[in-house]
């Protein structure tokens, strides 16, 4: 099966501000205990991210005491 860049295979989301709401953590803190930029932090969290750092994840895994599947969610495409 051939696969041209322009079909859609559905997208990556991260669901940082969601746990970060449950677990009443601020942005401010995380960035700060994290050692983490906010521009970048807050790229993430708005899931306009064209690579995931595998370091960033198991740290932030670590830091809120969650597994890979409860931070990243696949999502299918819309035209399914």
């Known amino acids: 099966m051939l696969v ?5 295979f559905g997208r ?19 960035c700060k205990d994290m050692d983490i930029p906010r ?4 790229r993430y969290c708005k899931n306009s991210f064209q690579r ?3 370091n960033l994840i198991c740290k ?11 931070l990243i969610v696949y999502k299918r495409p819309e035209n399914e």
């Open 12 to 30: 990556i989301e991260l669901r940082i501000n969601d746990i970060l709401k449950e677990k009443r953590i601020s942005k401010n803190r995380i």
């Open 60 to 70: 932030l895994c670590y830091y809120l005491g969650v597994d890979v599947g409860d």
């Open 39 to 42: 521009a970048n932090f807050n």
């Open 52 to 54: 995931i750092d595998a």
């Open 4 to 8: 041209s860049d322009q079909e859609n």
